[in-house]
């Protein structure tokens, strides 16, 4: 099975591509999407857009996993975070790839066994799982994150009420 994790922000949305190889992980790629902060906004999400698509032309992967919407102070953040993951889930669905989303407590638990790690021990856990030569950037970091979540719950399915959104 091959994963594409995406931890989208407007500014650098991080992404990685996992493939599973028995009870092996393996990083097919990892890194962000960067847009310009004097880009519009509509320029951002047509970039974030174009990546996610690329990404799933490139690697075909069978899912996508991404963070649930969390609750921010500042609605503003919320609803650009809002768009910014719409761009994704459109580049997915466009494609027929289901997407799935996970808590990102829930990440955590999953690559550290601990739902309240921090952005360097998610870095240090992702690297090691995966036996990379360091640890990835913060954002490429959660969304291999989320792809290793993925990965786990689909091996525990049966025990799973995961549903594509």
């Not at 902060?37 to 990546?51: G, N, Q, T």
């Not at 969390?70 to 289901?98: C, F, H």
């Not at 799935?100 to 990440?107: A, D, I, K, L, S």
């Amino acid at each position: 099975m091959i994963v594409l994790g995406v931890d989208t922000s407007l500014r650098s949305t991080g992404y990685g591509v996992l493939e599973t190889q028995g009870s092996r992980l393996v990083a097919l790629d990892y890194g962000r999407i960067r847009n310009d902060p004097k880009l519009p906004l509509s320029a951002c999400l047509k970039h974030i857009h174009a990546k996610i698509a690329e990404l799933i032309a490139k690697y075909r992967p069978d899912v996508v996993a991404t963070e649930e919407v969390i609750y921010a102070k500042n609605a503003s953040t919320m609803l650009i975070l809002g768009e910014a993951r719409g761009a994704v889930i459109t580049a997915a669905s466009m494609a027929g790839v289901p997407v799935f989303e996970y808590e990102p407590r829930r990440m955590k638990r999953a690559v550290c066994g601990n739902g309240m790690a921090e952005k360097d021990q998610i870095q240090r856990m992702v690297k090691t799982l995966l036996s990379l030569p360091e640890p990835p950037q913060n954002d490429a970091a959660d969304a291999l994150g989320l792809a290793i979540a993925h990965a786990h719950s689909t091996r525990y399915a049966a025990l799973s009420a995961d549903q594509p959104i």
